[in-house]
C-alpha cells in the first residue's frame, strides 16, 4: 500500500535551517509528481512547493521562494524540503503529497502524516 | 497566482444534503478537487476532476462546477462527515497550486 512518511521536523531558531525528508513506499516513485504542503496550527492547507517526477519542473510558493528547496532522489524513492532563513510563519505541520496526475490539476491523493517545524527563538 | 474562497462554516441536519462551495478565477480553466480533514489527521482526497472518487470514498459525495464556482455535495450527510472541507486547483497560469481556506462542517 502507498505510504509517505516525513521525518526531520523540530525546534529551529529563526534564520536556522532543517531539511524535511518524505520517504515513499507502495508505489513508482519516479512516476509521480510531488509536493509539500504546511498547515499553521488552527490554520488551513497552504502548497509550499512540487517537483515533477523527473525533478526538472519545480515551482515555489511566493512565500517560500528563495528560501526553500525541495528536491528529490528517485533512486532512493524519497523527496527533501530544504528550509533556511526559517521565520516564525513558518512554523506548521509539513505534509509530503502525491500528485495524482488527471485533468492537468493537482490533486494529492495520498498525504503522510506531517512533520512539526516549530520557529522559535 | 489566484484565490480560492471558501465559506468558513456549514452546518447541516443528520441525513440532509449540504453544498459546499469554492470560487475563484482559475475554476474556469481546472476542476477543483476536494479534501475532507477531520482533527489531527491528514487531509483525505474525496473528489477530483469532473466528479470522480477515490476508492473508498462512499458515492454521497459528489462535486460540480459551473463558471468560477466549484461545488462539494454530500447526499444524506452523516455524522462521521463532520470535519473541514478544503478545495483546491492549479492556479490561472497553471503553474502553482492553490487551496481555499476551508469549510467547517457541522452535522447537527
Known amino acids: 500500500q502507498v505510504q509517505l512518511v516525513e521525518s526531520g521536523g523540530g525546534l529551529v531558531k529563526p534564520g536556522g535551517s532543517l531539511r524535511l525528508s518524505c520517504a515513499a513506499s507502495g508505489f513508482t516513485f519516479s512516476d509521480y509528481y510531488m509536493s509539500w504542503i504546511r498547515q499553521a496550527p488552527g490554520k488551513g492547507l497552504e502548497w509550499v512547493s512540487y517537483?515533477?517526477?523527473?525533478?526538472?519542473?519545480?515551482y515555489y510558493a511566493d512565500s517560500v521562494k528563495g528560501r526553500f528547496t525541495i528536491s528529490r532522489d528517485n533512486a532512493k524513492n524519497s523527496l527533501y524540503l530544504q528550509m533556511n532563513s526559517l521565520r516564525a510563519e513558518d512554523t506548521a505541520v509539513y505534509y509530503c503529497?502525491?500528485?495524482?496526475?488527471?485533468?492537468?490539476?493537482?490533486?494529492?491523493?495520498?498525504w503522510g502524516q506531517g512533520t512539526l517545524v516549530t520557529v522559535s527563538s | 497566482s489566484s484565490e480560492l474562497t471558501q465559506d468558513p462554516a456549514v452546518s447541516v441536519a443528520l441525513g440532509q444534503t449540504v453544498r459546499i462551495t469554492c470560487q475563484g478565477d482559475?475554476?474556469?480553466?481546472?476542476?477543483a478537487s476536494w479534501y475532507q480533514q477531520k482533527p489531527g489527521q491528514a487531509p483525505v482526497l474525496v473528489i477530483y476532476?469532473?466528479?470522480n472518487r477515490p476508492s473508498g470514498i462512499p458515492d454521497r459525495f459528489s462535486g460540480s462546477s459551473s463558471g468560477n464556482t466549484a461545488s462539494l455535495t454530500i447526499t444524506g450527510a452523516q455524522a462521521e462527515d463532520e470535519a473541514d472541507y478544503y478545495c483546491?486547483?492549479?492556479?490561472?497560469?497553471?503553474?502553482?497550486?492553490?487551496f481555499g481556506g476551508g469549510t467547517k462542517l457541522t452535522v447537527l
Open positions: 483546491n486547483s492549479r492556479d490561472s497560469s497553471g503553474n502553482l497550486v492553490v
Open positions: 517537483i515533477s517526477s523527473s525533478g526538472s519542473t519545480i
Open positions: 476532476g469532473k466528479n
Open positions: 482559475s475554476l474556469r480553466s481546472y476542476y
Open positions: 503529497a502525491r500528485d495524482l496526475d488527471y485533468g492537468g490539476n493537482s490533486n494529492f491523493d495520498y
